[in-house]
């Protein structure tokens, strides 16, 4: 792999408002797109006090979802880097409303299921889109707009936990299911339509302090290479135990007996859940630009490796402090903080290394990884149920996090490095 420095930035011929244009169509779609993963937890205990399933059944409808909003992720990629976002993004919009309105009639698990399969491609649609056209237009700041772009997902359902809670509790998880899922659909239809891929000689040369690929590596090449499956299995144990805790966040504090208890919070009286799931939307939200950022300054390897520390210490901290509200809700907080930015760090880090051509395509392949990782979802409730408690699960994020903070700084950079000097 041949790559060099860029050491001079040509004018990009799209105008700034072009671009961030672009950057904020794409942001606006993954907020609409964001309750179907970061509001499920709502309707986990709705779901399971309506039809008696139990919440490790339920919660396989959250891994079919993620597996399906990932793994397709790549052969959507391959569409939209021939035939351009518009249409992949319009079929998305189109699937997330089918499947939340499947959801709101469900009466069996299989139902549920197909649901949940529905809603994850086209998910996965408008997210692997969304963030390969950020990452087309701004390769002199990928990681800031990549986590932008990502940060509509995270921090997209914080606007709206409390409506989606109060529509649940006044006309039941039927409803918030039909018109959440109506609305959020139509919005994504309707902003494909500005979509666009750039074209020749439009973006700027990609950022001056990183080495960057100069081969447009194919996908083929990609899953040839062991930097790829290196940073695959980094992602999966970061992603499982952030996905535990996305969807487990709400049982969690039922089992800590803190869901309905109330806390003022800069003078906003609201229950314990209702408070962590706000505060953990918009703190998931904001790590992805901000540590992207971070990584456009001092390196992706060496921002994982901070990162990822401080993760495994959240994981601790809520299982040692996490019992009572306000420290629930810190250490809560801390976890969605520190695990959202692989949706900007990874990526980014995927384009500096096999190249700009490939870009949606390529990263959509390491994206499969969150899928891989959505099935420890159900194994952590399972470990819960048969031990009663949830202290191993936090034990085992923690470490899971530790560990992929090492191989960051010490496996992955040494390798990254090599192969990018390369002659």
Same mark, same amino acid.
């Given at each position: 792999?041949?790559?060099?420095?860029?050491?001079?930035?040509?004018?990009?011929?799209?105008? =700034?408002?072009?671009?961030?244009?672009?950057?904020?169509?794409?942001?606006?779609?993954?907020?609409?797109?964001?309750?179907?993963?970061? @509001?499920?937890?709502?309707?986990?205990?709705?779901?399971?006090?309506?039809?008696?399933?139990?919440?490790?059944?339920?919660?396989?409808?959250?891994? *079919?979802?993620?597996?399906?909003?990932?793994?397709?992720?790549?052969?959507?990629?391959?569409?939209?880097?021939?035939?351009?976002?518009?249409?992949?993004? +319009?079929?998305?919009?189109?699937?997330?409303?089918?499947?939340?309105?499947?959801?709101?009639?469900?009466?069996?698990? $299989?139902?549920?299921?197909?649901? %949940?399969?529905?809603?994850?491609?086209?998910?996965?649609?408008?997210?692997?889109?969304?963030?390969?056209?950020?990452?087309?237009?701004?390769?002199?700041?990928?990681?800031?707009?990549?986590?932008?772009?990502? +940060?509509?997902?995270?921090?997209?359902?914080?606007?709206?936990?409390? =409506?989606?809670?109060?529509?649940?509790?006044?006309?039941?998880?039927? $409803?918030?299911?039909?018109?959440?899922?109506? @609305?959020?659909?139509? *919005?994504?239809?309707?902003? $494909?339509?500005?979509?666009? /891929?750039?074209?020749?000689?439009?973006?700027?040369?990609?950022?001056?302090?990183?080495?960057?690929?100069?081969?447009?590596?194919?996908?083929?090449?990609?899953?040839?290479?062991?930097?790829?499956?290196?940073?695959?299995?980094?992602?999966?144990?970061?992603?499982?135990?952030?996905?535990?805790?996305? /969807?487990?966040?709400?049982?969690? %504090?039922?089992?800590?007996?803190?869901?309905?208890?109330? *806390?003022?919070?800069?003078?906003?009286?609201?229950? *314990?859940?209702?408070?962590?799931?706000?505060?953990?939307?918009?703190?998931?939200?904001?790590?992805? #630009?901000?540590?992207?950022?971070?990584?456009?300054?001092?390196?992706?390897?060496?921002?994982?490796?901070?990162?990822?520390?401080?993760?495994?210490? /959240?994981?601790?901290?809520?299982?040692?402090? @996490?019992?009572?509200?306000?420290?629930?809700?810190?250490?809560?907080?801390?976890?969605?903080?520190?695990?959202?930015?692989?949706?900007?760090?990874? =990526?980014?880090?995927?384009?500096?290394?096999?190249?700009?051509?490939? /870009?949606?395509?390529? %990263?959509?392949?390491?994206?499969?990884?969150?899928?891989?990782?959505?099935?420890?979802?159900?194994? %952590?409730?399972?470990?819960?149920?048969?031990?009663?408690?949830?202290?191993?699960?936090?034990?085992?994020?923690?470490?899971?996090?530790?560990?992929?903070? +090492?191989?960051?700084?010490?496996?992955?950079? #040494?390798?990254?490095?090599?192969?990018?000097?390369?002659?």
């Amino acid at each position: 792999m041949t790559t060099a420095s860029t050491t001079v930035a040509s004018e990009a011929t799209a105008s =700034p408002t072009t671009r961030w244009g672009q950057l904020l169509a794409g942001i606006v779609c993954m907020v609409m797109i964001a309750n179907l993963q970061y @509001g499920w937890t709502l309707f986990v205990d709705p779901i399971d006090q309506a039809h008696h399933w139990g919440t490790a059944a339920i919660q396989v409808a959250f891994s *079919v979802f993620i597996a399906t909003e990932t793994w397709l992720v790549p052969i959507e990629g391959w569409f939209v880097d021939r035939f351009g976002p518009r249409v992949v993004v +319009a079929f998305g919009g189109i699937l997330v409303a089918f499947a939340w309105a499947i959801d709101s009639v469900a009466s069996s698990l $299989s139902v549920l299921y197909i649901a %949940a399969a529905i809603s994850g491609v086209g998910a996965g649609a408008v997210y692997g889109t969304c963030v390969g056209n950020a990452l087309k237009w701004f390769p002199d700041r990928r990681g800031l707009t990549a986590g932008l772009t990502a +940060a509509g997902f995270g921090a997209g359902a914080a606007a709206t936990v409390v =409506p989606i809670r109060d529509v649940i509790l006044a006309f039941g998880y039927q $409803s918030a299911f039909l018109w959440f899922g109506l @609305g959020q659909g139509l *919005v994504v239809l309707l902003l $494909s339509r500005l979509l666009r /891929a750039p074209e020749r000689g439009e973006a700027p040369k990609p950022a001056i302090r990183l080495t960057q690929a100069l081969h447009d590596s194919t996908p083929i090449e990609v899953l040839k290479s062991p930097i790829f499956w290196l940073l695959y299995l980094m992602f999966v144990l970061v992603s499982g135990s952030g996905l535990m805790a996305t /969807a487990q966040i709400a049982p969690i %504090a039922k089992d800590f007996h803190l869901s309905d208890q109330e *806390v003022t919070i800069m003078f906003i009286t609201a229950t *314990v859940l209702s408070a962590a799931l706000v505060v953990d939307n918009i703190l998931n939200g904001l790590a992805r #630009p901000f540590f992207g950022w971070i990584s456009d300054i001092i390196g992706r390897e060496n921002t994982m490796a901070i990162v990822f520390t401080l993760g495994g210490l /959240a994981y601790w901290g809520l299982g040692a402090f @996490g019992h009572g509200p306000y420290m629930f809700i810190l250490m809560a907080g801390l976890i969605f903080f520190t695990w959202g930015e692989i949706f900007s760090l990874f =990526p980014a880090t995927c384009t500096d290394t096999y190249g700009t051509r490939y /870009a949606t395509t390529n %990263a959509g392949l390491l994206y499969t990884a969150k899928g891989t990782s959505a099935w420890l979802v159900p194994l %952590a409730s399972l470990l819960k149920d048969y031990t009663g408690h949830w202290s191993y699960v936090f034990a085992i994020a923690t470490i899971m996090n530790f560990v992929v903070a +090492a191989l960051a700084l010490f496996v992955l950079k #040494p390798m990254r490095r090599r192969a990018l000097l390369r002659p």
